[in-house]
C-alpha cells in the first residue's frame, strides 16, 4: 500500500527555520516526483514545491521562494522542505504528496500524506 | 501565474441532486486540470484529472470535462458523503495553482 508520513510540524518563531520530512512507502520512490502542499487555517489549498524524481528540477510558488527547499532521498524513500524567514503567513498544515505522471507529464497528487501543523508565533 | 476561479464558492443541495462546479483559467492550460476532495481533518483525494478523467477507485458519479480555460466538475447524485470542498488545480505551468475552493453541503 502506498503511504505518506509527514513529520518535523510544531511551533517556531517568526524568522526561524524549520525542516519537514516525509517518509515514503510502497512504491518505487525514485519514480516520482513528490511535492508539498499547504492549508493556512479557514484557507484553500495552496502548492508550495516540487520536485522531480532525480531531485535535478525543483520548482516553488512565489510566496515560498528563496525561502524554501525541497529536496528528497531517494536512498532513504523520505522527501524534505526547508524553511526558513518563517512568517505568520507561512503557518499552516503542510501535506507531502506523490506527483502522478511520468516525465514532465505530471498530471496531478494521486497520493497524499495526513499533513503536519507548522505554527508560527512569538 | 495562472489564476484558477472556481464557482460557486458554496452549493448547497439535496441527496440525490446533481451539482456542477465551474473552474476557469486565467489562461489555456489544454486539459492539464486536476479535481480534488477534500474533507475537513483528512488529506485531499484526487478524483479527476486530465480535466476527465476518473482516478481508480472513484465512483462514477463523479465527472469531468472541459479544457483550454473552461472546465465543470459534475456530482451526478450528490450523497452525504460527498459533503467537503472541492478544488480544481493547474497543473500546465509552475507554479502551479489551485481554485479558491467550493463547499458542498446537503440542504
Known amino acids: 500500500e502506498v503511504h505518506l508520513l509527514e513529520s518535523g510540524g510544531g511551533f517556531i518563531q517568526p524568522g526561524g527555520s524549520l525542516k519537514l520530512s516525509c517518509a515514503a512507502s510502497?512504491?518505487?520512490?525514485?519514480?516520482?516526483?513528490m511535492s508539498w502542499v499547504r492549508q493556512a487555517p479557514g484557507k484553500g489549498l495552496e502548492w508550495v514545491a516540487l520536485?522531480?524524481?532525480?531531485?535535478?528540477?525543483?520548482y516553488y510558488a512565489d510566496s515560498v521562494k528563496g525561502r524554501f527547499s525541497i529536496s528528497r532521498d531517494n536512498s532513504k524513500n523520505t522527501l524534505s522542505l526547508h524553511m526558513g524567514s518563517l512568517g505568520g503567513e507561512d503557518s499552516a498544515v503542510y501535506y507531502c504528496?506523490?506527483?502522478?505522471?511520468?516525465?514532465?507529464?505530471?498530471?496531478?497528487?494521486?497520493?497524499w500524506g495526513q499533513g503536519t501543523t507548522v505554527t508560527v508565533s512569538s | 501565474d495562472i489564476q484558477m476561479t472556481q464557482s460557486p464558492s458554496s452549493v448547497s443541495a439535496s441527496v440525490g441532486d446533481s451539482v456542477t462546479i465551474t473552474c476557469r483559467a486565467s489562461q489555456g492550460i489544454s486539459s492539464w486540470l486536476a479535481w480534488y476532495q477534500h474533507k475537513p481533518g483528512k488529506a485531499p483525494k484526487l478524483l479527476i484529472y486530465s480535466a476527465s478523467t476518473l482516478q481508480s477507485g472513484v465512483p462514477s458519479i463523479f465527472s469531468g470535462s472541459g479544457s483550454e480555460t473552461d472546465f465543470t466538475l459534475t456530482i451526478s447524485s450528490l450523497q452525504p458523503d460527498d459533503v467537503a470542498t472541492y478544488y480544481c488545480?493547474?497543473?500546465?505551468?509552475?507554479?502551479?495553482?489551485f481554485g479558491q475552493g467550493t463547499k458542498v453541503e446537503i440542504k
Open positions: 488545480q493547474q497543473t500546465n505551468t509552475f507554479p502551479w495553482t
Open positions: 520536485t522531480s524524481g532525480s531531485g535535478g528540477s525543483t
Open positions: 504528496a506523490k506527483v502522478g505522471g511520468y516525465g514532465l507529464d505530471y498530471y496531478g497528487l494521486d497520493v
Open positions: 510502497g512504491f518505487t520512490f525514485s519514480n516520482y516526483a
